[in-house]
Nanobody
Framework: QVQVVESGGGLVQAGGSLRLSCTAS????????MGWFRQAPGKEREGVSC????????YYTDPVKGRFTISRDNAKNTLYLQMNSLKPEDTAMYYC???????????????WGQGTQVTVSS
């Protein structure tokens, strides 16, 4: 059974940093693209960043470019999202996902975690 578990969310002041982690089990981690998504109350889930199977190809949505960095450690079955210069508009539930496709569309991902809350105060 595939399990995807996020951690590292919390409350931070604007301008601060957080690092999210995501571990996946029950699958061959290195065979999957991995992505981070977020969903704010009343809004649709949106893609934040994704990385291909070995992390040498990454993609970011425009609002986070230059502030967020995605990385992965296949030996540890773990995906990371380093978030710097956080803004109140980054407040959302952040989800990790694994999939066979690539890109920030939710249709590219098959397995999802339960999410970790990130709240940025002004």
């Amino acid at each position: 059974q595939v399990q995807v578990v996020e951690s590292g969310g919390g409350l931070v002041q604007a301008g601060g940093s957080l690092r999210l982690s995501c571990t996946a089990s029950g699958l061959t981690f290195g065979n999957y693209a991995m992505g981070w998504f977020r969903q704010a109350p009343g809004k649709e889930r949106e893609g934040v960043s994704c990385a291909n199977w070995n992390g040498d190809s990454t993609y970011y949505t425009d609002p986070v470019k230059g502030r967020f960095t995605i990385s992965r450690d296949n030996a540890k079955n773990t995906l990371y999202l380093q978030m710097n210069s956080l803004k109140p508009e980054d407040t959302a539930m952040y989800y990790c996902a694994a999939g066979r496709g690539y890109g920030l569309g939710t249709e590219n991902f098959d397995y999802w975690g339960q999410g970790t809350q990130v709240t940025v105060s002004s």
